[in-house]
Protein backbone atom coordinates (compact mmCIF):
# COMPACT_ATOMS: atom_id res chain seq x y z
CA UNK A 1 0.00 0.00 0.00
CA UNK A 2 1.16 3.34 -0.55
CA UNK A 3 0.79 6.17 2.28
CA UNK A 4 -2.97 7.41 1.23
CA UNK A 5 -3.77 3.47 1.07
CA UNK A 6 -2.79 2.97 4.54
CA UNK A 7 -4.67 6.19 5.81
CA UNK A 8 -7.51 5.39 3.90
CA UNK A 9 -7.16 1.24 5.57
CA UNK A 10 -6.95 2.96 9.13
CA UNK A 11 -10.01 5.65 8.01
CA UNK A 12 -11.72 2.11 7.57
CA UNK A 13 -11.27 0.89 10.83
CA UNK A 14 -12.24 4.03 12.69
CA UNK A 15 -10.99 5.81 15.27
CA UNK A 16 -8.98 4.55 18.22
CA UNK A 17 -11.83 3.67 20.63
CA UNK A 18 -14.34 1.77 17.90
CA UNK A 19 -13.86 -1.41 17.80
CA UNK A 20 -11.13 -0.75 20.57
CA UNK A 21 -10.00 -4.37 22.21
CA UNK A 22 -7.68 -4.54 25.45
CA UNK A 23 -5.48 -7.69 25.71
CA UNK A 24 -1.74 -8.39 24.85
CA UNK A 25 -2.50 -11.61 22.73
CA UNK A 26 -2.76 -10.10 19.26
CA UNK A 27 0.31 -7.50 19.70
CA UNK A 28 2.11 -10.26 20.84
CA UNK A 29 1.42 -12.72 17.69
CA UNK A 30 1.97 -9.63 15.29
CA UNK A 31 5.36 -8.74 16.94
CA UNK A 32 6.65 -11.87 17.09
CA UNK A 33 5.91 -12.52 13.24
CA UNK A 34 6.86 -9.74 12.75
CA UNK A 35 10.79 -11.06 14.21
CA UNK A 36 10.67 -9.30 17.32
CA UNK A 37 11.40 -5.91 16.74
CA UNK A 38 9.96 -5.02 20.39
CA UNK A 39 13.01 -6.85 22.03
CA UNK A 40 15.97 -4.74 19.93
CA UNK A 41 16.09 -1.87 21.86
CA UNK A 42 15.53 -0.84 25.42
CA UNK A 43 11.96 1.27 26.54
CA UNK A 44 10.89 3.47 29.02
CA UNK A 45 6.50 3.37 29.39
CA UNK A 46 4.72 6.09 30.51
CA UNK A 47 1.11 5.58 32.04
CA UNK A 48 -1.37 7.72 33.70
CA UNK A 49 -4.26 9.81 33.24
CA UNK A 50 -2.82 13.12 32.83
CA UNK A 51 0.71 13.95 31.57
CA UNK A 52 2.01 11.10 29.97
CA UNK A 53 2.58 13.00 26.81
CA UNK A 54 4.79 15.60 28.18
CA UNK A 55 6.63 13.18 30.42
CA UNK A 56 7.41 11.39 27.83
CA UNK A 57 8.43 14.26 25.12
CA UNK A 58 10.60 15.63 28.00
CA UNK A 59 12.08 11.99 28.68
CA UNK A 60 13.25 11.52 24.92
CA UNK A 61 14.48 15.03 24.92
CA UNK A 62 16.74 14.40 27.47
CA UNK A 63 18.10 10.91 26.10
CA UNK A 64 18.40 12.94 22.62
CA UNK A 65 20.45 15.20 24.32
CA UNK A 66 22.59 12.59 26.09
CA UNK A 67 23.39 11.21 22.63
CA UNK A 68 21.10 8.31 22.40
CA UNK A 69 19.01 7.80 18.95
CA UNK A 70 15.61 7.84 20.42
CA UNK A 71 12.36 6.81 19.20
CA UNK A 72 9.16 8.61 20.72
CA UNK A 73 5.62 6.88 20.36
CA UNK A 74 2.52 8.66 21.44
CA UNK A 75 -1.04 8.88 20.80
CA UNK A 76 -3.28 10.69 19.67
CA UNK A 77 -1.93 12.59 16.99
CA UNK A 78 -2.97 16.53 16.40
CA UNK A 79 -2.74 16.90 12.42
CA UNK A 80 -1.17 13.78 10.66
CA UNK A 81 -0.80 10.30 11.65
CA UNK A 82 3.16 10.62 11.73
CA UNK A 83 3.21 12.18 14.97
CA UNK A 84 2.87 9.51 16.91
CA UNK A 85 6.04 7.51 15.94
CA UNK A 86 9.46 9.98 16.23
CA UNK A 87 13.00 9.66 15.90
CA UNK A 88 15.22 12.65 17.10
CA UNK A 89 12.09 14.42 17.22
CA UNK A 90 11.22 13.83 13.28
CA UNK A 91 8.12 12.49 12.47
CA UNK A 92 8.15 9.28 10.48
CA UNK A 93 8.03 9.52 6.50
CA UNK A 94 5.00 8.92 4.79
CA UNK A 95 7.45 6.16 2.89
CA UNK A 96 8.62 4.60 5.94
CA UNK A 97 5.00 5.19 7.41
CA UNK A 98 3.61 3.23 4.36
CA UNK A 99 6.33 0.52 4.81
CA UNK A 100 5.79 -0.45 8.12
CA UNK A 101 2.20 -0.62 7.98
CA UNK A 102 2.00 -2.10 5.25
CA UNK A 103 4.15 -5.23 5.80
CA UNK A 104 1.82 -5.29 9.69
CA UNK A 105 -1.21 -5.25 7.28
CA UNK A 106 0.30 -8.49 5.68
CA UNK A 107 1.44 -9.80 8.82
CA UNK A 108 -2.49 -9.46 10.07
CA UNK A 109 -3.59 -11.00 7.31
CA UNK A 110 -1.55 -13.93 7.06
CA UNK A 111 -2.25 -14.47 11.32
CA UNK A 112 -6.00 -13.95 10.46
CA UNK A 113 -5.87 -16.77 7.34
CA UNK A 114 -3.85 -19.01 9.22
CA UNK A 115 -6.55 -18.21 12.37
CA UNK A 116 -3.64 -17.43 14.63
CA UNK A 117 -5.46 -14.26 15.13
CA UNK A 118 -9.45 -14.22 16.26
CA UNK A 119 -10.42 -11.27 14.87
CA UNK A 120 -9.20 -7.94 12.99
CA UNK A 121 -6.62 -6.04 14.81
CA UNK A 122 -7.52 -2.60 16.50
CA UNK A 123 -6.52 0.53 14.94
CA UNK A 124 -3.82 1.16 18.02
CA UNK A 125 -2.22 -2.44 17.36
CA UNK A 126 -1.93 -1.54 13.98
CA UNK A 127 0.01 2.01 14.52
CA UNK A 128 1.62 0.02 17.94
CA UNK A 129 3.04 -2.70 15.29
CA UNK A 130 3.97 -0.53 13.11
CA UNK A 131 6.08 1.91 15.40
CA UNK A 132 7.85 -0.93 17.40
CA UNK A 133 9.33 -2.32 13.55
CA UNK A 134 9.97 1.28 12.45
CA UNK A 135 11.90 2.04 15.55
CA UNK A 136 14.09 -0.93 15.01
CA UNK A 137 14.39 -0.15 11.62
CA UNK A 138 15.71 3.04 12.59
CA UNK A 139 18.32 1.41 14.86
CA UNK A 140 17.22 3.56 17.94
CA UNK A 141 19.24 3.31 20.92
CA UNK A 142 16.18 3.73 23.19
CA UNK A 143 12.15 4.14 22.65
CA UNK A 144 9.94 5.93 24.80
CA UNK A 145 6.13 4.32 24.73
CA UNK A 146 3.48 6.32 25.53
CA UNK A 147 0.74 4.20 26.76
CA UNK A 148 -2.60 4.76 25.09
CA UNK A 149 -5.10 3.34 27.69
CA UNK A 150 -4.78 1.99 31.22
CA UNK A 151 -1.64 0.32 30.70
CA UNK A 152 -2.23 -3.40 31.74
CA UNK A 153 -4.01 -4.45 28.60
CA UNK A 154 -2.08 -1.92 25.98
CA UNK A 155 -0.92 -2.70 23.13
CA UNK A 156 2.63 -0.73 24.24
CA UNK A 157 2.54 -3.00 27.33
CA UNK A 158 4.65 -5.85 25.87
CA UNK A 159 8.14 -4.79 26.91
CA UNK A 160 10.41 -4.88 29.56
CA UNK A 161 10.81 -1.12 30.06
CA UNK A 162 14.11 -0.29 31.81
CA UNK A 163 12.03 2.34 33.74
CA UNK A 164 8.60 2.73 33.84
CA UNK A 165 6.59 5.55 34.69
CA UNK A 166 3.07 6.86 36.22
CA UNK A 167 2.07 10.22 36.20
CA UNK A 168 -1.03 11.61 38.14
CA UNK A 169 -4.29 8.97 38.26
CA UNK A 170 -7.47 10.84 38.56
CA UNK A 171 -11.01 9.62 36.79
CA UNK A 172 -11.39 9.47 32.78
CA UNK A 173 -12.34 6.62 30.78
CA UNK A 174 -14.83 4.97 33.46
CA UNK A 175 -16.51 3.09 31.22
CA UNK A 176 -13.34 1.16 29.93
CA UNK A 177 -10.93 1.26 33.27
CA UNK A 178 -13.34 1.72 36.27
CA UNK A 179 -14.58 3.75 38.12
CA UNK A 180 -12.97 4.53 40.63
CA UNK A 181 -9.01 5.89 41.57
CA UNK A 182 -8.48 2.37 42.83
CA UNK A 183 -9.59 0.69 39.61
CA UNK A 184 -8.20 2.78 37.39
CA UNK A 185 -4.75 2.65 39.53
CA UNK A 186 -4.78 -0.98 38.89
CA UNK A 187 -5.10 -0.60 35.18
CA UNK A 188 -2.19 1.95 35.15
CA UNK A 189 0.10 -0.81 37.72
CA UNK A 190 0.03 -3.06 34.89
CA UNK A 191 3.11 -1.57 33.19
CA UNK A 192 5.02 -2.35 36.21
CA UNK A 193 7.48 -5.18 35.66
CA UNK A 194 9.40 -7.54 37.97
CA UNK A 195 12.58 -6.12 39.45
CA UNK A 196 12.15 -3.20 36.96
CA UNK A 197 12.63 -0.04 38.81
CA UNK A 198 9.42 2.71 38.73
CA UNK A 199 8.50 6.58 39.16
CA UNK A 200 5.23 7.75 40.21
CA UNK A 201 3.89 11.35 40.82
CA UNK A 202 0.75 9.94 41.68
CA UNK A 203 -1.13 11.91 44.24
CA UNK A 204 -4.35 10.63 45.29
CA UNK A 205 -3.63 8.01 47.75
CA UNK A 206 -5.62 5.24 47.37
CA UNK A 207 -3.96 5.32 44.11
CA UNK A 208 -0.31 5.57 45.35
CA UNK A 209 -1.14 2.85 47.71
CA UNK A 210 -1.70 0.49 44.88
CA UNK A 211 1.22 0.99 42.91
CA UNK A 212 3.04 0.76 46.37
CA UNK A 213 1.58 -2.68 46.95
CA UNK A 214 1.97 -3.77 43.50
CA UNK A 215 5.83 -2.55 43.02
CA UNK A 216 6.67 -4.61 46.79
CA UNK A 217 4.45 -7.26 45.10
CA UNK A 218 7.18 -8.04 42.64
CA UNK A 219 9.86 -6.60 44.06
CA UNK A 220 10.09 -3.54 41.73
CA UNK A 221 12.50 -0.39 42.81
CA UNK A 222 9.84 2.37 43.43
CA UNK A 223 11.06 6.32 43.20
CA UNK A 224 8.20 8.55 44.71
CA UNK A 225 8.53 12.01 43.85
CA UNK A 226 6.52 13.64 46.14
CA UNK A 227 8.60 12.25 48.57
CA UNK A 228 11.98 11.56 46.99
CA UNK A 229 12.53 14.50 44.31
CA UNK A 230 13.34 17.57 46.21
CA UNK A 231 12.55 20.27 44.76
CA UNK A 232 13.68 24.19 45.56
CA UNK A 233 13.98 27.82 44.03
CA UNK A 234 10.42 27.59 42.12
CA UNK A 235 9.91 30.33 40.02
CA UNK A 236 7.66 31.66 37.11
CA UNK A 237 9.35 33.50 33.75
CA UNK A 238 5.59 34.81 32.77
CA UNK A 239 3.86 31.62 33.13
CA UNK A 240 7.63 29.23 31.97
CA UNK A 241 8.54 27.28 35.03
CA UNK A 242 12.33 27.14 36.37
CA UNK A 243 13.84 25.24 39.21
CA UNK A 244 16.58 22.97 41.13
CA UNK A 245 16.07 19.88 42.07
CA UNK A 246 18.11 17.12 44.54
CA UNK A 247 17.92 13.52 43.83
CA UNK A 248 19.49 11.41 46.47
CA UNK A 249 22.28 13.61 46.42
CA UNK A 250 22.84 14.67 42.78
CA UNK A 251 21.60 17.84 42.34
CA UNK A 252 19.90 19.32 39.36
CA UNK A 253 20.54 23.24 39.13
CA UNK A 254 18.74 25.93 36.92
CA UNK A 255 16.23 24.00 34.98
CA UNK A 256 13.85 25.33 32.69
CA UNK A 257 10.83 24.78 31.04
CA UNK A 258 9.66 25.92 27.30
CA UNK A 259 5.92 24.89 28.49
CA UNK A 260 3.65 27.25 30.09
CA UNK A 261 1.93 26.38 33.11
CA UNK A 262 3.32 25.16 37.34
CA UNK A 263 1.05 21.85 36.48
CA UNK A 264 4.23 21.01 33.87
CA UNK A 265 6.79 20.89 36.48
CA UNK A 266 5.52 17.75 37.72
CA UNK A 267 6.03 15.88 34.32
CA UNK A 268 9.41 17.41 34.16
CA UNK A 269 10.55 15.69 37.80
CA UNK A 270 8.93 12.72 36.74
CA UNK A 271 11.12 12.84 33.12
CA UNK A 272 14.21 13.73 35.18
CA UNK A 273 14.21 11.13 37.78
CA UNK A 274 13.54 8.40 35.34
CA UNK A 275 16.74 9.91 33.93
CA UNK A 276 18.08 9.82 36.92
CA UNK A 277 17.49 6.13 37.21
CA UNK A 278 18.53 4.98 33.91
CA UNK A 279 21.38 6.85 34.38
CA UNK A 280 22.10 4.60 38.01
CA UNK A 281 21.94 1.94 35.57
CA UNK A 282 24.54 2.91 33.53
CA UNK A 283 23.09 4.89 30.83
CA UNK A 284 25.26 8.34 30.24
CA UNK A 285 22.81 10.80 30.90
CA UNK A 286 24.93 13.93 32.19
CA UNK A 287 24.01 17.19 34.01
CA UNK A 288 23.81 18.97 30.95
CA UNK A 289 21.92 16.88 28.87
CA UNK A 290 18.99 16.83 31.26
CA UNK A 291 19.24 20.79 31.34
CA UNK A 292 19.57 21.14 27.58
CA UNK A 293 16.57 18.30 27.16
CA UNK A 294 14.11 20.24 30.11
CA UNK A 295 14.94 23.41 27.57
CA UNK A 296 14.83 21.93 24.05
CA UNK A 297 11.26 19.49 24.89
CA UNK A 298 8.01 20.15 22.41
CA UNK A 299 4.91 19.49 22.98
CA UNK A 300 2.27 21.02 21.27
CA UNK A 301 -1.53 21.66 21.94
CA UNK A 302 -0.60 21.96 25.59
CA UNK A 303 -1.31 25.40 26.50
CA UNK A 304 0.75 26.27 23.36
CA UNK A 305 0.28 29.94 22.16
CA UNK A 306 -0.57 30.94 18.74
CA UNK A 307 -1.08 34.37 18.98
CA UNK A 308 -0.05 37.26 21.12
CA UNK A 309 -2.13 39.97 21.01
CA UNK A 310 -4.92 38.66 21.84
CA UNK A 311 -3.16 35.87 23.66
CA UNK A 312 -4.48 32.32 22.09
CA UNK A 313 -4.06 29.12 23.89
CA UNK A 314 -4.86 26.00 22.43
CA UNK A 315 -5.18 22.73 25.31
CA UNK A 316 -6.29 19.52 25.05
CA UNK A 317 -7.50 19.11 28.54
CA UNK A 318 -10.34 17.01 28.21
CA UNK A 319 -11.16 15.81 31.80
CA UNK A 320 -11.81 17.37 34.99
CA UNK A 321 -8.02 16.96 36.21
CA UNK A 322 -6.77 18.59 33.11
CA UNK A 323 -9.72 21.35 33.43
CA UNK A 324 -7.99 22.23 37.06
CA UNK A 325 -4.81 22.27 36.07
CA UNK A 326 -5.77 25.17 33.33
CA UNK A 327 -8.00 26.57 35.80
CA UNK A 328 -4.70 27.13 38.35
CA UNK A 329 -2.91 28.63 35.23
CA UNK A 330 -5.71 31.43 34.72
CA UNK A 331 -5.36 32.27 38.80
CA UNK A 332 -1.62 31.84 39.06
CA UNK A 333 -0.14 32.92 35.95
CA UNK A 334 -2.20 34.14 33.02
CA UNK A 335 -2.27 38.18 33.02
CA UNK A 336 -5.27 38.79 30.54
CA UNK A 337 -7.86 41.41 30.95
CA UNK A 338 -10.41 39.28 29.94
CA UNK A 339 -10.99 35.29 28.78
CA UNK A 340 -12.89 34.21 26.27
CA UNK A 341 -13.50 30.64 25.71
CA UNK A 342 -13.70 28.24 23.11
CA UNK A 343 -15.15 24.49 24.41
CA UNK A 344 -15.47 21.94 22.45
CA UNK A 345 -15.43 17.69 24.30
CA UNK A 346 -16.53 14.27 23.51
CA UNK A 347 -19.81 13.52 24.44
CA UNK A 348 -18.42 10.60 27.02
CA UNK A 349 -16.29 12.94 28.45
CA UNK A 350 -17.15 14.97 32.33
CA UNK A 351 -19.04 17.77 30.60
CA UNK A 352 -20.90 18.86 33.59
CA UNK A 353 -18.15 19.24 35.88
CA UNK A 354 -15.43 20.64 33.54
CA UNK A 355 -18.57 23.41 32.71
CA UNK A 356 -17.98 24.22 36.39
CA UNK A 357 -14.18 24.62 36.23
CA UNK A 358 -13.85 26.44 33.35
CA UNK A 359 -17.16 28.70 32.49
CA UNK A 360 -16.37 30.87 34.84
CA UNK A 361 -13.47 31.83 34.27
CA UNK A 362 -14.54 33.24 30.63
CA UNK A 363 -16.27 36.53 29.88
CA UNK A 364 -17.92 34.31 26.99
CA UNK A 365 -18.07 30.91 26.23
CA UNK A 366 -17.76 30.12 22.49
CA UNK A 367 -19.51 26.42 21.98
CA UNK A 368 -18.43 24.61 19.42
CA UNK A 369 -17.62 21.01 17.74
CA UNK A 370 -14.90 19.23 15.85
CA UNK A 371 -15.05 16.91 13.01
CA UNK A 372 -14.85 13.88 14.81
CA UNK A 373 -17.93 11.12 15.20
CA UNK A 374 -17.32 11.21 19.32
CA UNK A 375 -17.70 15.09 19.19
CA UNK A 376 -20.82 16.69 21.38
CA UNK A 377 -22.74 19.03 19.42
CA UNK A 378 -22.86 22.73 21.12
CA UNK A 379 -26.39 21.81 22.10
CA UNK A 380 -25.50 18.83 23.75
CA UNK A 381 -22.73 20.29 25.84
CA UNK A 382 -25.16 23.32 27.01
CA UNK A 383 -27.67 20.65 27.91
CA UNK A 384 -25.13 18.62 30.13
CA UNK A 385 -23.32 21.66 31.63
CA UNK A 386 -23.86 22.68 35.35
CA UNK A 387 -22.43 26.08 35.55
CA UNK A 388 -24.49 28.65 32.88
CA UNK A 389 -21.87 31.43 31.83
CA UNK A 390 -23.13 35.13 31.49
CA UNK A 391 -22.77 34.85 27.41
CA UNK A 392 -22.56 31.87 24.97
CA UNK A 393 -22.04 32.01 21.64
CA UNK A 394 -22.83 28.87 19.34
CA UNK A 395 -20.19 28.60 16.29
CA UNK A 396 -20.47 24.38 14.98
CA UNK A 397 -17.35 25.11 13.40
CA UNK A 398 -14.06 25.52 15.43
CA UNK A 399 -12.29 27.66 13.83
CA UNK A 400 -15.08 30.18 12.94
CA UNK A 401 -15.34 29.88 16.53
CA UNK A 402 -11.79 30.79 17.22
CA UNK A 403 -12.40 33.74 14.69
CA UNK A 404 -15.28 35.34 16.82
CA UNK A 405 -13.63 34.78 20.11
CA UNK A 406 -10.64 36.80 18.34
CA UNK A 407 -12.51 39.48 16.35
CA UNK A 408 -14.22 39.99 20.65
CA UNK A 409 -11.24 40.30 21.95
CA UNK A 410 -8.38 43.47 22.92
CA UNK A 411 -4.92 43.34 22.83
CA UNK A 412 -4.52 42.12 26.34
CA UNK A 413 -7.22 39.86 26.70
CA UNK A 414 -6.95 35.94 25.98
CA UNK A 415 -8.78 34.05 24.59
CA UNK A 416 -8.58 29.38 25.44
CA UNK A 417 -9.77 26.99 23.43
CA UNK A 418 -9.59 24.00 25.09
CA UNK A 419 -12.01 20.71 26.17
CA UNK A 420 -10.49 18.12 23.51
CA UNK A 421 -6.60 17.50 21.26
CA UNK A 422 -9.32 17.37 18.24
CA UNK A 423 -10.32 20.93 18.54
CA UNK A 424 -6.42 21.86 19.03
CA UNK A 425 -6.19 19.29 15.83
CA UNK A 426 -8.88 21.05 13.69
CA UNK A 427 -7.58 24.58 14.59
CA UNK A 428 -3.75 23.90 13.72
CA UNK A 429 -4.64 22.36 11.04
CA UNK A 430 -7.23 25.57 9.78
CA UNK A 431 -3.89 27.41 10.47
CA UNK A 432 -1.88 24.94 8.66
CA UNK A 433 -4.00 25.30 5.91
CA UNK A 434 -4.98 29.00 5.88
CA UNK A 435 -8.43 28.66 6.50
CA UNK A 436 -7.76 30.63 9.79
CA UNK A 437 -6.96 34.14 10.29
CA UNK A 438 -6.24 35.16 13.96
CA UNK A 439 -2.67 36.92 12.84
Given amino acids: MNYSECLDFLSELGHELRGAKFGLEAISAILKSLGSPEKKYPTAIVAGTNGKGSTSAILASILE ?55 ESSFFEYLTAAAFLYFARARVDFAILEVGMGGRLDATNVTEPRVALITNIDLDHLEFLGSTHAEIAREKAGVIKPSRPVVSSCEHPEAAEIIRSRCGELGSDLLETRTFAKLSRLR ?29 VKNAVAAVSAAWRLAQDGFAIPRAAVVEGLRSASWPGRLEAVR ?11 NPAGAREIAAFVRDDLKAEKIRLVYASMRDKAIGEISEILFPLAEEVYLTKPRHERAATPEEIQAAARYRPRRVVIEPDPARALESACRASGPRDAVLAVGSLFLVGDIKKALLEGKLEIT
Fill in 65 to 119: SAGYRTGLYTSPHLIRVNERIRVNGDEISDEEFARCFTEVQETVDRLLETKSLAQ
Fill in 236 to 264: SLRGRYAFDLALDGDYYSQLALPFLGKFQ
Fill in 308 to 318: ERPLVLLDGAH
